[in-house]
């Protein structure tokens, strides 16, 4: 079925909004994919060459799998820690232990294969560096941190996370629905949430004006998307979607209008710092003359 996309060229003239806006091409793809696939061969070798085979074979397969799994997230949260601005380091160095088992994992397929010690320990250290030169550590610091109030930051980062799992909830129920309309619609509103979570973030001063925002309207958002999206998928209940959509535009702008009135707040607090530090410069004598001042 065709999708209407808005832009600056439709026929309405609406720019277009959604989950794309700001959208970066994921690093966990297909090299990522790549190692789920290579060590399924381990497979066929672990049936017909006695116990002692399959089961090494098998637990070589589980092991590069699992390898493979945590360098896809390891990769997933550094793309987390990358887009903000104020992070933790992630709590578990994912891609080195995904490393540090990848090189396990061949050095046991090797042992089933061929025995012996040598080539099974020389399989293991080429496999390690090879995984660490193609997808590097864990970030090992933390990111935007210095002067800033830890507690605050985790309050910060729980809400976050919250708000997160309402968002998730919303785009799982809007599915079941099947319109893409309202899909984008939601798509667009998450858009402008997602602005508002991410001016918190870098400045988590900002979290006690947008508590409410971050929990109790986004949490009646999500209910209202389940119940809505139980009730159209019942009977396709138009009036129910008419209200859904003046809903979540009345929803996104005022998410909109928060966000921008935390951000002229921190504009604000910038003009009020430098004319704070020019003032003392003149007092001290530091500060050079306009040039105004200078051609009379």
Do not use: C
């Not at 089961?55 to 390898?67: E, H, P």
């Not at 809007?174 to 858009?191: H, L, M, N």
């Not at 704070?276 to 410069?281: A, E, G, I, P, T």
């Amino acid at each position: 079925m065709a999708q209407r996309f808005g832009g600056k060229f439709s026929p309405d003239g609406t720019p277009a909004k959604g989950g794309y806006r700001g959208a970066a091409r994921t690093r966990a793809g297909g090299r990522v994919n790549l190692l789920f696939l290579v060590p399924l061969p381990l497979i066929w070798n672990a049936f017909g060459n006695g116990p002692m085979v399959m089961a090494l074979s098998l637990a070589a397969l589980g092991v590069l799998l699992l390898a493979a799994w945590l360098t896809r997230e390891g990769l997933l949260a550094q793309e987390a820690y990358e887009a903000r601005r104020v992070a933790r380091r992630p709590a578990i160095p994912r891609k080195m232990f995904g490393a540090a088992l990848t090189g396990l994992g061949l050095a046991v397929a090797s042992f089933a294969l061929n025995g012996g010690l040598a080539e099974p320990v020389l399989y293991g250290i080429v496999g390690t560096v090879l995984h660490f030169a193609a997808f590097g550590p864990d970030p090992m610091t933390d990111k935007g941190m210095e002067g800033v109030d830890t507690f605050q930051t985790d309050r910060v980062a729980r809400l976050v996370d919250q708000a997160e799992a309402h968002l998730k909830a919303m785009s799982g129920a809007i599915r079941r629905t099947g319109d893409r309309e309202v899909a984008a619609r939601v798509e667009s509103f998450q858009s402008e949430v997602r602005d508002l979570l991410r001016t918190v973030e870098n400045d988590p001063r900002d979290l006690t004006a947008a508590r409410k925002f971050m929990s109790v309207y986004l949490q009646g958002a999500r209910d209202a998307s389940e119940k809505f999206a139980d009730l159209y998928t019942r009977g396709h209940d138009m009036q129910a979607r008419a209200d859904y959509l003046a809903l979540l535009t009345d929803l996104e702008q005022s998410f909109s209008a928060k966000t921008k009135r935390l951000m002229l707040d921190d504009r604000s607090d910038l003009t009020v710092e430098i004319e704070v530090l020019r003032d003392r410069l003149g007092r001290e004598g530091l500060r050079p003359p306009s040039p105004d001042a200078a051609n009379q």
